[in-house]
């Protein structure tokens, strides 16, 4: 993703949502949402489609897989 002209981070969530105020905090990141019911796999290729600089997790479960 581009924003003012330079690269944005990426951040995944495991959720369908986050609060607006989160949002609003987070907005200088491309935020990538998984979904209510993620499972691992669903969160590693997510991992590796979108290589983030961080996880938000709010379901699932997070192994070793998703560093990549």
Do not use: F
């Amino acid at each position: 993703a581009q924003g003012r002209g330079k690269p944005v981070s990426t951040i995944v969530i495991t959720a369908d949502a986050i609060a607006p105020s989160a949002v609003a905090l987070l907005k200088d990141y491309d935020l990538v949402y998984t979904g209510k019911t993620p499972t691992p796999d669903d969160i590693v290729a997510l991992c590796k489609r979108h290589n983030p600089v961080a996880l938000v997790v709010r379901y699932g479960k997070v192994g070793a897989a998703a560093k990549g």
